[in-house]
């Protein structure tokens, strides 16, 4: 049979199969509404309309489908995110791309990662890849901007990071910020691309 692959004594599904990708886009909408506990063979083959036993087909685990899940995301973030970093204002751009919404599932599959060590050595191994991108951004823009700011590309980079993850869970948790942080951030990132 053209395309199927046999792993270990069990016929897989082929790796390009519209099934496989259906079982990849569910996964991220289970782990981004419903977070990482709901992400089980049943809720993931229902989200993509498909018998839970199709699962196991594609996937020999749900690690491994959580895995595949992660790498597909990652790859298309750090395209985007090198986009950003090369663009006219790299600290704003970044900025833009990590707030998003869609960073809700960052932070799930690191709550994953913490359970699952082949999905935290894919997560530290795509981090260090978004740190170099940003990090090089911002050493592009910083110096640039004439501006005596007094920190480095890797701790602007940690406070950008840190903040987006904060506001995400706050605002997941129904807690609005107060004293308009989200004006404070943007008027802070306009102190800091302000050319001379």
Not at 20 to 29: C, G, N, S, V, Y
Not at 118 to 132: D, I, P
Not at 157 to 177: C, H, I, Q, W
Not at 189 to 195: A, E, N, S, V, W
Request: hydrophobic share 45%.
């Amino acid at each position: 049979m053209a395309g199927i692959v046999l792993m270990a004594g069990r016929r897989m599904g082929p790796p390009d199969a519209a099934v496989r990708f259906q079982l990849l886009d569910a996964t991220e909408r289970v782990l981004a509404r419903d977070g990482y506990p709901a992400v089980t063979s049943r809720n993931v083959g229902a989200e993509a309309g498909v018998d839970q036993k199709l699962v196991f087909y594609y996937f020999r685990t749900m690690e491994d489908l959580v895995v595949a899940t992660f790498h597909r995301r990652s790859e298309d973030f750090l395209a985007r995110l090198r986009e950003a970093a090369e663009s006219d204002e790299p600290l704003r751009a970044i900025w833009q791309l990590i707030s998003d919404r869609s960073g809700r599932l960052t932070i799930e599959f690191m709550a994953m990662g913490m359970r699952h060590p082949v999905l935290q050595e894919e997560v530290r191994r795509y981090s260090a890849q978004a740190n170099a991108i940003i990090e090089a951004g911002l050493a592009r823009q910083l110096p640039a901007t004439g501006a005596d700011v007094g920190i480095t590309p890797a701790f602007a980079n940690f406070l950008l990071a840190s903040l987006a993850r904060n506001l995400l869970v706050e605002e997941t948790m129904g807690l609005p910020p107060g004293d308009d942080i989200a004006g404070q951030i943007a008027a802070w990132i306009d102190r800091l691309t302000k050319h001379p």
